[in-house]
C-alpha cells in the first residue's frame, strides 16, 4: 500500500507566524509531489508542487522542503494569515492518480 | 477556476438506494477522478478514467461502479447505499497521466446515507 504520512493533523499558529507542516512517504518511486489547500465547502485547490531533482521550491509565502534521502518533504508558510487558515493535504504521484495524506488543519489566529 | 460541476451537492438518501452522482467538465479533459474525503482520512480514491469506456479501480472501490460514455461525463454510482457511504464525494480532473499534470478538484458531493 503506497502511503503518505502526513504532521501534524492540527495546527494552531499566531499571526505573522510561521506555519510547518510535514509530509513522508514510502514509494522512491514517487516523482511529483503536490500541496493542496481547501477552504470549508470547497474542493481542495493546488497550492504548490515540487519535483525531487530539486530542494526546495518558494512561491511567495509558500515554500516546500524536500530530503530526498530521508523521504520527506515539508510546506513552510511564512508570515501566516488568518486568510491562510484551511486544510492542507500533502500527496505525491508517479504518473497518475495521486495518493494524498490525511490533511492538516491549520488555525491562524490574530 | 477549472470548469468542473458536480451534482447534486447535497443528498439524503436511505440504506439500500441506488445513488448516481454526476461530474461534467468542460475542460476536455482525459483523464477523470472520484474521490471521497471523510474525516482523519484524508482524499482517497474510488475510481478513475483515462478515456471514454476506460475506466480503473482505486483504494476505495468496493460497492461504487462507475460510467464515462462521454468525454465530459463522469458517473459514480452506489449500487446498494449503505450508512458507511456516507461521505463527501470529489471530482477531479487532468489534462494527462503525467504526474506533474495537476488535478482540479469540483467543489463536491455531501451524501448522507440514513
Known amino acids: 500500500q503506497q502511503q503518505v504520512k502526513q504532521s501534524p493533523q492540527s495546527l494552531i499558529v499566531q499571526k505573522g507566524g510561521i506555519s510547518i507542516i510535514n509530509c513522508a512517504y514510502e514509494n522512491t518511486a514517487f516523482d511529483y509531489f503536490p500541496w493542496y489547500q481547501q477552504f470549508p465547502g470547497k474542493g481542495p485547490a493546488l497550492l504548490i508542487a515540487i519535483r525531487p531533482d530539486v530542494s526546495e521550491k518558494k512561491e511567495g509565502r509558500f515554500t516546500i522542503s524536500f530530503n530526498k534521502s530521508a523521504k520527506q518533504f515539508s510546506l513552510h508558510i511564512m508570515d501566516s494569515q488568518p486568510g491562510d487558515s484551511a486544510t492542507y493535504f500533502c500527496a505525491a504521484a508517479w504518473g497518475t492518480p495521486l495518493v494524498f495524506g490525511k490533511g492538516t488543519r491549520l488555525s491562524v489566529i490574530a | 477556476d477549472a470548469g468542473i460541476t458536480q451534482s447534486p451537492r447535497h443528498k439524503v438518501t436511505e440504506t439500500g438506494t441506488p445513488v448516481t452522482l454526476r461530474c461534467h467538465q468542460t475542460?476536455?479533459?482525459?483523464?477523470m477522478y472520484w474521490y471521497r474525503q471523510d474525516p482523519g482520512h484524508g482524499l482517497r480514491l474510488i475510481h478513475y478514467?483515462?478515456?471514454?469506456?476506460?475506466?480503473d479501480k482505486g483504494e476505495v472501490s468496493d460497492g461504487y461502479s462507475v460510467s464515462r460514455s462521454k468525454t465530459e461525463d463522469f458517473l459514480l454510482t452506489l449500487e446498494s447505499a449503505t450508512s458507511s457511504q456516507t461521505s463527501v464525494y470529489f471530482c477531479a480532473i487532468s489534462e494527462s497521466d503525467r504526474s506533474n499534470q495537476p488535478q482540479h478538484f469540483g467543489d463536491g458531493t455531501r451524501l448522507s446515507i440514513l
Open positions: 478514467s483515462y478515456g471514454v469506456k476506460d475506466t
Open positions: 475542460e476536455n479533459h482525459r483523464y
